[in-house]
């Protein structure tokens, strides 16, 4: 296959993805799970059952306030209410047990807003630097390719691919969020961050096979031809490894359970860009970026 022949129907197709996904993320935003917001997420089953309209009105008497309270296809409620302490925690589960009867605690979580606030902050330290450390390792290992492309360009390209990766996901979630009010949690962050070992993994593969090539070969200029040998020498692999994850992601999706469906879509939109990007996206870019070097080199 003529990949970097094609490189600009597939730059523009990932650019567009890109440009969506950012414009999502800056339109609709992310609605942020008590682990970022702080809060209170109480999981409750009832015997007898309850309407969710007395359940709602119990909890808005109770709080003086109004909550969010959902009821999921297996009967039990999910109420996100204001930080409250043990204390209050205990009064109210007495108080739905003498009003509606027994009560099955399934879960119960409350975050204060400052613990949430940080949690949100090393969130995004924690991305930030697995991008910056993840581009700086590729650079080290191929600190020995210094002609035809300098070593530290490797390290921007993935960089770059993995920004493409995150942003796909990151758009989908904020779609998510504002049409089906999907909370953003830790389990969005961990997702992305399994997204990016993923990928960068897929795109090392593909480096290091240029770079096998470019070692082997005595004509480095001609780098497109390099690279897209490369592509296609490992293209059946990065196919095969990512289908054996995507088949177990989409079973996972179907019967798994309900409080990880969005963090499997996430981790599985991610894969499915991820591999593209690993293909379609990384190494045409390096060509590019070869390519107007060499323009400017000849200007000057």
Do not use: C
């Not at 799970?33 to 109480?42: Q, S």
């Amino acid at each position: 296959m003529n990949i970097i022949g094609h490189k600009k129907i597939f730059l523009t197709a990932s650019g567009l993805l890109v440009l969506l996904g950012i414009l999502a993320v800056s339109a609709f935003g992310f609605r942020e799970g008590i682990d970022f917001a702080g809060g209170t997420l109480w999981s409750l089953e009832f015997k007898d059952g309850a309407p969710l309209a007395e359940v709602k009105s119990f909890f808005s008497e109770t709080l003086k306030k109004e909550i969010v309270a959902t009821a999921d296809s297996a009967g039990a409620y999910q109420a996100r209410l204001e930080s409250i302490s043990e204390e209050d925690h205990q009064k109210f589960l007495s108080a739905l047990r003498e009003k509606f009867g027994e009560v099955n605690e399934l879960s119960f979580q409350s975050i204060g807003p400052s613990i949430g606030a940080e949690l949100r902050r090393n969130a995004l330290i924690a991305v930030l630097l697995v991008l910056i450390g993840i581009s700086a390792y590729i650079a080290f290992a191929f600190r020995k390719i210094s002609a035809p492309v300098a070593s530290w360009k490797y390290g921007v390209v993935t960089l770059i691919t993995l920004l493409h990766d995150i942003a796909i996901p990151a758009g989908m979630f904020a779609v998510l969020s504002h049409y089906l009010g999907v909370e953003v949690d830790t389990n969005f962050i961990v997702a992305l961050l399994v997204v990016m070992g993923f990928s960068v993994h897929d795109t090392i593969v593909v480096f290091d096979r240029i770079r096998e090539n470019l070692l082997r070969t005595k004509n480095r200029e001609n780098l497109s031809e390099i690279v897209n040998q490369s592509v296609n020498e490992t293209f059946a692999r990065s196919v095969n490894t990512s289908l054996t994850l995507v088949i177990m992601l989409v079973g996972l999706y179907v019967l798994g359970p309900e409080t990880l469906r969005y963090f499997i879509l996430t981790i599985l939109v991610g894969v499915l860009a991820g591999t593209y990007s690993s293909i379609f996206v990384a190494s045409p870019l390096l060509t590019v970026w070869h390519n107007w070097s060499r323009r400017g080199a000849k200007k000057h």
